[in-house]
C-alpha cells in the first residue's frame, strides 16, 4: 500500500517539476512555477522518508535513522536559506554554481556509499549496468562538484586568474581517457577483487576530481556562465543515475529534465556570444586578445575625457536617451540611482530606455535581475536586437561599466578574440559616454576601441558616485 | 545483436520516459526569453537537488553499526538540501523582483 502511494507521489511531483519549469519560462508565470516545482520536490522528499520500502532477506522494511535524516535536512535548510537569503543580487552567478557543487558532491557521495554494498551483492553474478550506473554518478557528480567550486572561486574574485598549464588540452583528453576507461575497465568486472577494486574507484573519484578542476580553470572571461550552465547540465544527469540506481521515477524524471534543458541552455548561451560549445571548452578565451592587447597598449592612443555637471547638462536638453549597463553597473550597486536619474529625466520630457545585451553582467539574464531589483520597468529593459536600430536616432547613450559588449572589434576586426560576437551599436548615436573606473580592459581581457572614437566621451570613476553627482546636479538645473 | 535488442525489450518503460523527458526539457527550456536565462538556470539547479532522495535512501537503509555510512550519508542530505532549499529560494528571490513590477503597470 504505501509503495503505491510513494510512485503516485513521485508521479505528482514529476509532473510538478515539469509544469513548473514550462511556468518558469514566462515572466508572468515564472514565481508560481517555481513554487509548484519547489512543492513537487517537498513531496518527493517526505514521501521518499516515510514511504520507501527496501528489500532486505526477502523482507521488506522502512527507512530507518530518522534523526540522521531530519538532522541533515534541518541543518541543510537552515544554511540554504541563510546562504540564499543573505547573497547579494550581484553575486547570484557564483551562488548557483555552489549550489550546483552541492548537488554533484551529494551525488558522488550517494554512488561511494552504494558501490561497497553492491560490491557484495556481486560475488555470484556481475551486473554491468548496476555497476556502470553507480559508477557514472560518482565520475560525473565529483567532476560537477570540483568544477563548480572553481567556477565559484574565480566569479567569486578569489581566484582572479585564468590558469593555463602547458598543453593543458593535452593533459585534458588524457585524463578523460584515463577516466573513462577506468570506469568501462572496473564496470565490466575486469577488477573482481574487492581490495582492488575500492582502490581503483577512490583513484577514479581523485580523477574525476582533478579533471573537474583542470576543465574549469582555463575557461575564463565571458565564458563562465556558459559553464555553469553545462556544469548544471553535468549533475543532472548524475542525479538521473542516481534514479536509475534506485529505479526511483522522480529522480529520473528531474533529472534528465535539468540535463536537457541545461544542455539546451548552454548551447543558447553560446548563440547569444557567437561561440561554438567547443570553442568555449577547448578554445581558452583571449590568449590571442591578449597578446594583441600588450602589443597595442604600445602606441598612445587619445581619448576625450568629461565630467559629471557637463554630462548633466547634456542630458538635460536631449530628447532620447539610452542606457547601456555592464557589470560595472552592479559593481557599484548603483542600479537605485540610475532609477532616480531616469525618473528625473523622464520627468523632464527625456525617453529614457536601456539596452540590455543578452550577456550583460555575469549570466544572460543577469541584468534584468539586478534592474528590476531597483524597481526599473521592466517595459524600459530593450533587448539587444529591438534596441539597435533605435541607437542611431538618440542623443546620448550612456555606458555604465559595460565594456566588451560595447567593443566594435566584434563587428570590424577579424582577429579580435570577441570578433563576431554580436555587439550594441552604441557607435551609431551621436555621443557616446562611457564610464568606467579606469582605462583597464574589460572581462574578456582586450582592449576596446570604443573608447578612442571622436564621438566618444569617457567619465572616469565609481558608477554609483559618478551617477549620485549627476543626479544632484540635475536637480539643480 | 541479440542482447541490445533484449536489453532495449525490457527496458523499454525507462527508455521511454528518459527520450519523452529529454524532449520535454528542450521544449521547456526553447521558448524562453533571454531575461529569464539566469532564473530558469536557477530554478534548473534547484530542480535536479532531487538526488536528495538517493541521500535519504542511502541514509535510511543505513545499518546504525556502519559509522561510515552514516557520516557520508549525512553528508549527502545536508549538501542535497542545500541544492534544494538554497536552488529555490534563490530562485525565488530573483523571480519576486520581477512580480513586483506588473501590479505597478
Redesign the interface.
Known amino acids: 500500500m504505501g509503495t503505491y502511494t510513494l510512485e503516485i507521489c513521485y508521479l505528482i511531483a514529476s509532473i510538478c517539476?515539469?509544469v513548473?519549469?514550462?511556468m518558469?519560462?514566462?515572466?508572468?508565470t515564472?514565481?508560481n512555477?517555481?513554487?509548484l516545482?519547489?512543492g513537487g520536490?517537498t513531496l518527493?522528499?517526505f514521501a521518499?522518508?516515510f514511504l520507501?520500502q527496501?528489500e532486505i532477506d526477502n523482507e521488506s522494511k522502512?527507512?530507518?535513522?530518522?534523526y540522521?535524516?531530519f538532522?541533515?535536512?534541518i541543518?541543510?535548510?537552515i544554511?540554504?536559506?541563510l546562504?540564499?537569503?543573505k547573497?547579494q543580487?550581484t553575486a547570484?552567478?557564483q551562488?548557483?554554481s555552489?549550489?550546483?557543487g552541492?548537488?554533484g558532491?551529494?551525488?558522488a557521495?550517494?554512488a561511494?556509499?552504494?558501490f561497497p554494498d553492491a560490491l557484495e551483492h556481486m560475488h555470484e553474478h556481475w551486473n554491468v549496468l548496476f555497476m556502470s550506473t553507480i559508477l557514472c554518478g560518482l565520475v560525473i557528480g565529483s567532476t560537477s562538484f570540483s568544477g563548480s567550486m572553481i567556477a565559484y572561486l574565480k566569479l567569486n574574485g578569489n581566484l582572479k586568474k585564468d590558469i593555463r598549464l602547458p598543453f593543458y588540452n593535452i593533459i585534458n583528453t588524457i585524463l578523460i581517457v584515463g577516466i573513462i576507461g577506468l570506469t568501462i575497465c572496473l564496470a565490466g568486472g575486469h577488477i573482481p577483487d574487492v581490495n582492488e577494486f575500492t582502490f581503483w574507484a577512490w583513484i577514479l573519484l581523485a580523477g574525476a576530481t582533478i579533471y573537474g578542476i583542470m576543465f574549469v580553470l582555463p575557461i575564463g572571461g565571458a565564458d563562465m556562465p556558459v559553464v555553469?550552465?553545462l556544469l548544471?547540465s553535468f549533475?543532472?544527469m548524475?542525479?538521473m543515475f542516481?534514479g536509475?540506481?534506485?529505479n526511483?521515477?522522480?529522480?529520473?524524471?528531474?533529472?534528465?529534465?535539468?540535463?536537457?534543458?541545461?544542455t539546451?541552455?548552454t548551447v543558447?548561451?553560446c548563440r547569444?556570444m557567437n561561440r561554438s560549445l567547443s570553442n568555449v571548452i577547448f578554445g581558452a578565451f583571449g590568449t590571442g586578445g591578449s597578446a594583441k592587447a600588450a602589443t597595442s597598449s604600445g602606441e598612445q592612443k587619445s581619448y576625450k575625457e568629461t565630467n559629471s555637471s557637463d554630462l548633466a547638462v547634456l542630458l538635460n536638453y536631449s530628447s532620447k536617451v539610452i542606457i547601456v549597463p555592464g557589470y560595472g553597473l552592479a559593481v557599484a550597486q548603483a542600479q537605485h540611482v540610475v532609477n532616480e536619474m531616469e525618473q528625473i529625466l523622464n520627468d523632464r520630457g527625456v525617453e529614457v530606455k536601456y539596452a540590455?545585451h543578452?550577456v550583460a553582467g555575469r549570466?544572460?539574464?543577469?541584468m534584468?535581475?539586478l534592474l528590476?531589483?531597483s524597481?526599473v520597468?521592466?517595459?524600459k529593459?530593450v533587448?539587444m536586437d529591438d534596441i539597435n536600430p533605435e541607437f542611431s536616432t538618440c542623443d546620448v547613450v550612456i555606458v555604465l561599466g559595460a565594456n566588451d559588449v560595447v567593443n566594435p572589434a566584434a563587428k570590424e576586426d577579424p582577429s579580435s578574440p570577441i570578433y563576431g560576437m554580436p555587439i550594441l551599436n552604441v557607435e551609431d548615436a551621436k555621443t557616446t559616454i562611457v564610464n568606467k573606473r579606469s582605462m583597464n580592459v574589460g572581462y574578456a581581457g582586450i582592449d576596446n576601441d570604443l573608447f578612442y572614437r571622436d564621438k566618444t566621451n569617457m567619465l572616469f570613476g565609481d558608477a554609483k558616485k559618478v551617477l549620485t553627482e549627476i543626479v544632484g546636479e540635475l536637480k539643480n538645473l | 545483436m541479440e542482447i541490445i535488442l533484449s536489453f532495449i525489450n525490457d527496458n523499454i518503460e525507462?527508455i521511454y520516459?528518459?527520450i519523452l523527458?529529454?524532449?520535454?526539457?528542450?521544449q521547456?527550456?526553447?521558448?524562453?526569453?533571454?531575461?529569464?536565462?539566469?532564473?530558469?538556470?536557477?530554478?534548473?539547479?534547484?530542480?535536479?537537488?532531487?538526488?536528495?532522495?538517493?541521500?535519504?535512501?542511502?541514509?535510511?537503509?543505513?545499518d546504525?553499526s556502519n559509522t561510515l555510512?552514516?557520516v557520508?550519508?549525512?553528508?549527502?542530505?545536508?549538501?542535497?538540501?542545500?541544492?534544494?532549499?538554497?536552488?529555490?529560494?534563490?530562485?525565488?528571490?530573483?523571480?519576486?523582483?520581477?512580480?513586483?513590477?506588473?501590479p505597478?503597470?
Open positions: 517539476y515539469i513548473g519549469l514550462k518558469m519560462a514566462g515572466p508572468k515564472a514565481r512555477g517555481n513554487l516545482a519547489a520536490m518527493a522528499i521518499t522518508i520507501y527496501y522502512s527507512l530507518g535513522n530518522y540522521w535524516v538532522g541533515g535536512i541543518v541543510g535548510t544554511a540554504g536559506w546562504a540564499a537569503k547573497v543580487m547570484m552567478p551562488m548557483v555552489l549550489f550546483n552541492m548537488g558532491a551529494c551525488a557521495l550517494i561511494l556509499v552504494e555553469i550552465s548544471n549533475t543532472g548524475a542525479a542516481g536509475f540506481l534506485y526511483n521515477m522522480a529522480m529520473l524524471t528531474g533529472g534528465i529534465l535539468v540535463g536537457s534543458a541545461g539546451i541552455l543558447v548561451m547569444a540590455i543578452p549570466m544572460p539574464g543577469h534584468n535581475v528590476a531589483e524597481n520597468e521592466y517595459e529593459l533587448e | 525507462m520516459v528518459i523527458s529529454i524532449i520535454l526539457g528542450i521547456v527550456i526553447e521558448s524562453v526569453p533571454a531575461v529569464l536565462h539566469t532564473p530558469l538556470m536557477s530554478g534548473a539547479n534547484a530542480i535536479h537537488g532531487v538526488v536528495i532522495i538517493g541521500a535519504i535512501i542511502i541514509m535510511g537503509k543505513a546504525p555510512a552514516l557520508l550519508g549525512f553528508i549527502a542530505v545536508v549538501l542535497g538540501t542545500l541544492n534544494v532549499v538554497g536552488g529555490f529560494v534563490v530562485t525565488d528571490r530573483m523571480l519576486e523582483m520581477f512580480k513586483k513590477k506588473s505597478k503597470k
